[in-house]
């Protein structure tokens, strides 16, 4: 089955300061592969997206971008953060079959 | 945009009891859903799924149940334990939705808390 990998678990950055959250899969091949952030009791709002290397789409006009470099890995990266970019952000995958996505455990960013 | 919500942000049971989760969906191309549970701090967790040719699936305590006429899906949690709480996702996939890379949709959630 598919594993994801996400860290660090918690991050906690000052405002302006870059910032690179780094996600890689294990059990799988040329999966599509997602970057959602979650506000607090909120639901999962879906920011980026790439369905190969080097192929990244952004459903979210901000101050973050994505780049997938190699086909099981995918970072999230902000050259200068803001403090609306707290946040829980979980990077998902799915498989070509299309059934359900796979999880991994978080990152939960603080920016102070 | 959101087609997948919701009728009880907050559904509080007591230990033992059976759970109903509710979620209502807009788009008639859905072909497949998912129930993911989602403990505190923790990513989302599969727990049950279904295609749209099926109207109920069950699993270990666990029961979906998907009415296409009206658009409803459903979790069924039987013999609710106090490991259970967490909120609860409903999700859809949109057959032939190539936009947002086959991403699917996901419902805003309920809090599933159960009581002792």
């Known amino acids: 089955s598919q594993t994801i990998h996400q860290w660090p678990a918690t991050l906690v950055q000052p405002v302006g300061s870059p910032l690179s959250l780094e996600c890689t899969v294990e059990?799988?091949?040329?999966?599509?592969l997602y970057w959602y952030r979650q506000a607090a009791g909120r639901g999962l709002q879906l920011l980026f997206y790439?369905?190969?290397?080097?192929?990244i789409s952004s459903e979210v006009p901000q101050n973050l971008s994505a780049s997938r470099p190699q086909d099981r890995q995918f970072i999230l990266s902000s050259k200068k953060l803001l403090l609306s970019d707290s946040g829980f952000y979980l990077c998902?995958?799915?498989?070509?079959?299309?059934?359900?996505?796979?999880f991994g455990q978080g990152t939960r960013l603080t920016v102070v | 945009g959101e087609s997948v919500g919701l009728h009880l942000p907050t559904l509080s049971v007591q230990e033992g009891d059976n759970s109903i989760i509710n979620c209502a969906y807009s788009?008639?191309?859905?072909?497949?859903f998912i129930w993911y549970k989602q403990e505190s701090g923790k990513g989302p967790q599969f727990i049950i799924d279904?295609?749209?040719?099926?109207d109920k699936r069950q699993g270990q305590r666990v029961t979906v149940l998907l009415n296409k006429t009206v658009k409803h899906l459903s979790l069924q949690i039987a013999a609710t334990q106090p490991g259970d709480s967490a909120v609860y996702f409903c999700?859809?996939?949109?057959?032939?939705?190539?936009?947002?890379?086959?991403?699917?949709?996901f419902g805003k959630g309920t809090s599933l808390l159960v009581t002792p």
């Open positions: 998902a995958c799915r498989g070509r079959s299309g059934t359900e996505a796979f």
């Open positions: 059990g799988t091949s040329n999966p599509n």
């Open positions: 790439s369905v190969g290397i080097g192929q």
């Open positions: 788009n008639s191309a859905s072909d497949y």
């Open positions: 279904i295609r749209s040719n099926m």
């Open positions: 999700a859809e996939n949109i057959r032939g939705d190539s936009n947002s890379g086959y991403a699917l949709n």
